[in-house]
């Protein structure tokens, strides 16, 4: 099956800077791109959704502003966790797939520790 | 709106028992998709089944199975002589329309003792 990479995998940054987070399918080009975000012994949340090219759609309650998401490619998203605070840890997953298609591919996520 | 609703929170077995895990879902799409993923501790999803709405077939792989009944809108799960290895959050998903978007369930721990 198609490969999506994730990078970091984990990462611990001080609360106030800000940490980057790429995702990138390996053999496939992905027009869609979605993020979520898994907090300890939850389920996965849909943060946003990204087409290569456009402005990302966030789901409601997610602030943009501080979850800033570009698809510049058809390759890579990534996501910047902006000014983060504690609360912000959690694990980060990103989903890649073609448009109206169910074949959809996950990687393998990147572990937020914000100190 | 679709919903997915995965009641049991946690499940402890001893090995060699069988167990299902059980999954309804909510839609008023008529075409869908359903699947069952698996994340041991290491947190990566591993895809297990995508079925659907217009294939009703159960499917049986290795020690799982799955039951597909539109009829109570039900996707369950079901692990054969259950083993450590099968330790690990299982999640239900549904997935509709032309966004993608892929809602789950809020999974069941199964944990699998000797």
């Known amino acids: 099956g198609a490969v999506v990479s994730q990078h970091p995998s984990w990462v611990i940054c001080k609360s106030g800077t800000s940490v980057k987070i790429e995702c990138r399918s390996l053999?496939?080009?992905?027009?869609?791109m979605f993020w979520y975000r898994q907090f300890p012994k939850q389920s996965l949340m849909l943060m946003a959704t990204?087409?290569?090219?456009?402005?990302?759609?966030?789901e409601q309650g997610v602030e943009k502003d501080k979850f800033l998401i570009n698809h510049a490619s058809l390759t890579l998203s990534t996501l910047t966790v902006t000014s983060a605070h504690p609360e912000d840890s959690s694990f980060y997953i990103c989903?890649?797939?073609?448009?109206?298609?169910?074949?959809?591919?996950f990687g393998p996520g990147t572990r937020l520790t914000v100190t | 709106a679709q919903k997915v609703t995965q009641a049991q929170t946690e499940i402890s077995v001893v090995e060699k028992e069988d167990v299902t895990l059980d999954c309804v879902y909510e839609?008023?799409?008529?075409?869908?998709?359903l699947f069952w993923y698996k994340q041991p501790p290491s947190g990566e999803l591993v895809f297990l089944i995508r079925?659907?709405?217009?294939?009703?077939q159960n499917e049986i792989s290795g020690r799982y199975s799955w039951n597909f009944q539109k009829s109570t809108s039900s996707f369950n799960f079901t692990i054969t002589a259950s083993q450590v290895v099968d330790s690990a959050v299982y999640f239900c998903?549904?997935?509709?329309?032309?966004?993608?978007?892929?809602?789950f369930g809020t999974g069941t721990r199964l944990q699998v003792t000797l």
């Open positions: 989903r890649a797939g073609l448009a109206l298609d169910y074949e959809q591919y």
């Open positions: 053999d496939f080009q992905a027009t869609t």
């Open positions: 990204s087409n290569e090219g456009s402005k990302a759609t966030y």
């Open positions: 839609t008023r799409d008529t075409t869908y998709y």
């Open positions: 079925r659907n709405s217009f294939d009703e």
């Open positions: 998903a549904l997935m509709t329309g032309t966004a993608s978007k892929l809602t």
